[in-house]
């Protein structure tokens, strides 16, 4: 079993329509949880940080923990065309550094 | 955020030859910083660990012949790719955490290495 899991997509919205990507673990360990931004050919770019369970908000992105479920997730409302990308789920145990293989999202015009 | 270069940006060599890139942290220092090389429409792929200070620690399968890790300085960290053959052609990339403690991470823009 790995480390996190991620379904990898594609996933393709209207614009406008509210995300949701997730991830799952098997860790209890992770104490922090990112998730990454990465256009094409670009470098990931850090989103969303968090280390306890519970909703972190920024602008249109919301991160969310659950810890006793394992399981995370980033919400994108009001989608643009401009969050085209592929999204990143990353977890740490502070010492250890595991990464989600990523979702594909487009969101059209 | 903090910041992470990568110098070049773009190289295209021929077979045979070696490529080095650089990995920067502008506003921090990096004890730790790591390499990872991504194919198209695939994720992240580790590949070693640099250690400012000491030997590279390498992922299961990446030859550390082939991909030479220099970490000389708290700020920078090199991959020196040796005799490179169209099979290295990929995007490389590199991170490293802001602090001590792998909480979170910050990558460099990556560096597309074309070979011919």
Partial sequence: QKEVEQDPGPLSVPE???VSLNCTYSNSAFQYFMWYRQYSRKGPELLMYTYSSGNKEDG???AQVDKSSKYISLFIRDSQPSDS???LCAMSTGNQFYFGTGTSLTVIP | GAVVSQHPSWVICKSGTSVKIECRSLDFQATTMF???Q???QSLMLMATSNEGSKATYEQGVEKDKFLINHASLTLSTLTVTSAHPEDSS?????APRRRGADTQY???GTRLTVL
Avoid: D, Q
């Fill in chain 1, 16 to 18: 406008g329509a509210i």
């Fill in chain 1, 60 to 62: 249109r992105f919301t």
């Fill in chain 1, 85 to 87: 990308a592929t999204y």
């Fill in chain 2, 35 to 37: 390499w990872y090389r």
């Fill in chain 2, 39 to 41: 194919f198209p429409k």
């Fill in chain 2, 91 to 95: 995007f490389y990339i590199c991170s």
């Fill in chain 2, 107 to 109: 990558f460099g823009p």
